[in-house]
């Protein structure tokens, strides 16, 4: 591909003229090993194949713009025709109907086609509540498993920094988990069909 091409340009030009340019300086300790000999820094300030270095950078900006430009031409942005005429509107009474909100639509722009009027829920509340309630689903199968591999029941402080709690004092009591996973999921599965209610 030409991308491709574009790098075996760069690689050739690269190896074939700036590397000897760089070992034909003196600077640095004369080992064939050693990486500095390979770099600028190994050239003097007063040699004139510096302007080399210059050159070959200019030419491998332009080479990247090319690049880019050929490879940013191709790209096509797709867009659903139908989210680009979708209208979100929040802050509408949960009692107000969709026949009415479209009609004030259609009344205030006239110039416009409403095809559709229709409550929507509160997708990233209803996202974040079902993600909890499955946090909490896994941790009472986990110590529900606990419970039958090892037979003892699990006291888990679900309160902010409760794992420092050392000691038993009102308002920092250590409940039983499985209980307090499974009130949690229920509390969660509440929470979820209210969001879904109020749309």
């Known amino acids: 591909t030409r991308r491709s091409c574009d790098l075996v340009a760069v690689g050739v030009l690269s190896v074939g003229i700036v590397l000897p340019v760089n070992f034909s300086g003196d600077l640095l300790e004369n080992n064939a090993y050693s990486f500095g000999r390979t770099t600028i820094a190994n050239l003097d300030s007063r040699n004139n194949l510096l302007w080399l ?3 070959f950078a200019f030419l491998y900006l332009l080479l990247t713009v090319y690049s880019m430009r050929r490879h940013t031409s191709k790209m096509r942005y797709k867009e659903d025709d139908l989210v680009k005429r979708t209208l979100f509107i929040n ?7 969709s026949e009415k909100i479209k009609k004030h639509f259609e009344e205030a722009y006239p110039n416009c086609t409403v095809l559709e009027a229709r409550p929507c829920y509160n997708v990233a509340r209803l996202m974040s509540l079902d993600a909890e309630r499955k946090k909490a689903e ?16 699990s006291q888990i402080n679900p309160r902010l920094c409760g794992h420092l709690c050392c000691c038993a004092i009102k308002g920092c009591e250590e409940m039983e988990a499985i209980q307090y996973y499974t009130d949690l999921e229920e509390r969660l599965k509440e929470e979820y069909m209210k969001e879904i209610g109020r749309a």
């Open 53 to 55: 270095h210059t050159s």
């Open 91 to 97: 802050g509408i009474s949960k009692y107000a109907e």
């Open 138 to 153: 896994r941790g009472k199968i986990y110590f529900k498993n606990l419970l039958d591999k090892e037979c003892i029941t």
